[in-house]
């Protein structure tokens, strides 16, 4: 009886993420506009909700209320310190210690360090801004984004967010997931650090963004829940994604 030949199974290959790499595999991408990426998407999704603040000093505060936890629960944390305190600068610099903690601590971990973060920002923004940034937010960019990046967990992307909302700046702004989703769609190839992937990111799309604030606002929510969804950061679900055809990943991973 004659052993038959051993099923050859094909070596598993590390996916692509740009498509230079998905053409040296022999594969080809459509390369997708933003305009159509944003469009799929909001076909997949529908019309994302408003941004929850849009206020600038609000929405470091958002950002700083809570921590690792989900948008609900964020928003939970925000609405007690609104309830509680009040979300001015003086509101917050007078606030009592109880009444800033049952916020931070609906926010998560370490409730007690957010406390400390929120009375810097109170002050932060009283002393460089006379505790209102929509001037600051409508002025000069660049001096408006080395105004911001000195309150905490506010790094370039959460800069341009808040300037792109509070402000209609003319840029799109990403949080991790849409930049992960645009890098594997092949916008730009992945850099030696977030920061540089970031800006090859922006380079790319920059001829292509949204003309009005709205839709820039809508394009950033929208590739953060595709992020969230279905191209998430281990094993994106790729079978089911509108947008596979045009994808440099998916192209690399066939
Ligand atoms: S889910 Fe897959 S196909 Fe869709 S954008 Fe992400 S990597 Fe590409």
Redesign the pocket.
């Known amino acids: 009886m004659t052993a038959r030949p051993r099923k050859q199974t094909a070596p598993r290959r590390k996916p692509t993420t740009s498509p230079r790499q998905a053409s040296a595999l022999g594969k080809t991408t459509a390369p997708l506009t933003l305009a159509q990426v944003v469009s799929t998407l909001r076909g997949l999704y529908g019309a994302p909700a408003a941004p929850p603040v849009t206020d600038p000093f609000e929405m470091i505060l958002w950002e700083n209320v809570a921590y690792l936890v989900s948008d609900a629960q964020r928003a939970e944390a925000f609405e007690i310190l609104r309830r509680r305190v009040g979300t001015t600068p003086q509101a917050i610099r007078t606030a009592k210690t109880a009444d800033l903690l049952a916020a931070a601590e609906r926010g998560g971990m370490r409730p007690m360090d957010r406390v400390a973060r929120l009375r810097t920002i109170a002050d932060l923004a009283i002393e460089e801004c006379d505790g209102d940034l929509r001037d600051i937010v409508r002025g000069p960019m660049a001096e408006a984004k080395r105004t911001l990046r000195k309150f905490p967990s506010v790094g370039e992307p959460s800069a341009e967010k808040i300037l792109m909302t509070s402000a209609g700046a003319p840029m799109l702004a990403l949080e991790s997931n849409g930049l992960r ?1 645009l890098v ?2 092949g916008f730009a190839a992945e850099k030696k650090n977030y920061a540089a992937t970031y800006r090859a990111v922006q380079e790319a799309i920059a001829a292509q963004l949204p003309s009005r604030a709205p839709d820039r606002v809508a394009a950033h929510a929208l590739l953060r829940q ?1 992020g969230q969804t ?2 998430k950061t281990s094993r ?3 079978p ?5 055809g045009g ?4 192209a690399g991973t066939l």
């Open positions: 989703v594997r769609l595709h279905l191209c994106p679900a790729c089911a994604c509108p947008l596979a994808c440099a990943y998916r």
